[in-house]
């Protein structure tokens, strides 16, 4: 088992020292550190309602929004409006932006995580066949089973600590644009049946993690075609056309019966919180769980079949 760690560490420290990988986490803080910058430039901050008057703030705020809508267009400003009635109606002090929103709102990033990882994956099995390191690496005493494992180990564990690094940077960079606002603050936000006040360390839970299934699913699929084609251009590319146009496929064929049984219609968990319905009818939970399980255990298989059994005394 000590072998089999070290191929884990192995591949690691191959995908970590090159400098393409530390060029991918610079871009991610760039972007977090900009986006703190801009949120705290136009985000209205706590310091709008830390006095006793925050009543006739929101009431003024609404007053302005309500002008802003007669000179420009209708329902410019109506989410605003409403989530101030929110506050008013629910006598609920509001706490103005702060750090949680911020990771919060950084989960979106999650889908930049997603293309990385997906290039971490169609490269780390296709580069051995492209460098012509594989033999070095199928001489050894380890079998093929346990090498191909450690490659897709070493990429979900890159994909989890780019998630981990986007959600922590996020809490220092909003930390110190907007400080800490407590532990838990409840926030107001937008669900399926309206406004609600909830907590924001669940809201930022289940959204990092409903993320994070997505993110899984997509790693997996581009491994498994840069182990089948050993092209890491064919799998990012392949990859990353499905990733953005998922959702289009879904809903171009959502009328048919069998539509339900595309991945991407199953990968978006989130779709069964909150009262939403789903995207297609007659889905459920427990369908989607499984139709994920179906096609992570097909994508898993096609690797393996492929990667122990290809002939490589050519290469």
């Not at 750090?99 to 994956?121: D, G, H, K, R, Y």
């Not at 897709?152 to 600590?161: D, K, M, P, R």
């Not at 960079?173 to 409840?186: M, R």
């Amino acid at each position: 088992m000590s072998n089999f760690f070290k191929l884990i560490y192995n591949e690691l420290i191959k995908t970590y020292i090159r400098k393409s990988t530390w060029a991918m986490y610079i871009i991610l803080a760039l972007l977090i550190i900009g986006l703190g910058f801009l949120t705290n430039t136009y985000e209205k901050t706590a310091d709008n309602y830390d006095q006793d008057n925050w009543r006739e703030v929101l009431h003024e705020e609404n007053e302005v929004y309500v002008k802003e809508e007669e000179e420009y267009f209708d329902g410019m400003n109506s989410h605003l409006i409403e989530e101030n009635n929110y506050y008013l109606e629910h006598d609920i002090q509001p706490t103005g932006f702060g750090t949680w929103q911020f990771v919060l709102e950084n989960q979106l990033l999650l889908s930049l995580v997603s293309l990385l990882t997906i290039i971490i994956a169609a490269g780390i099995v296709a580069n051995e066949f492209r460098w012509g390191t594989i033999k070095l690496l199928l001489i050894r005493p380890i079998s093929r089973t346990k090498i191909l494992l450690s490659k897709y180990i070493s990429v979900l564990v890159f994909a989890l600590f780019t998630l981990l690094f986007v959600l922590f940077f996020s809490l220092i960079i909003g930390a110190i644009f907007f400080g800490l606002d407590g532990l838990n603050p409840s926030i107001v936000i937008e669900k399926s049946t309206g406004l609600a006040y909830v907590p924001v360390i669940g809201e930022i839970v289940s959204g990092y993690g409903y993320k994070l299934v997505n993110l899984v699913m997509m790693a997996t699929f581009a491994f498994m075609i840069s182990t089948i084609f050993r092209n890491s251009a064919l799998a990012i590319g392949t990859a990353i056309f499905l990733m953005m146009a998922g959702n289009q496929i879904v809903v171009f064929f959502a009328e048919r019966s069998w539509a339900k049984y595309i991945l991407f219609a199953n990968t978006d968990l989130s779709q069964y919180t909150h009262g939403n319905a789903p995207w297609i009818d007659g889905m459920t939970l427990g369908f989607s769980i499984l139709m994920l399980i179906i096609y992570y255990a097909f994508f898993l298989l096609l690797s393996w079949i492929f990667f122990t059994k290809r002939d490589v005394a050519g290469n």
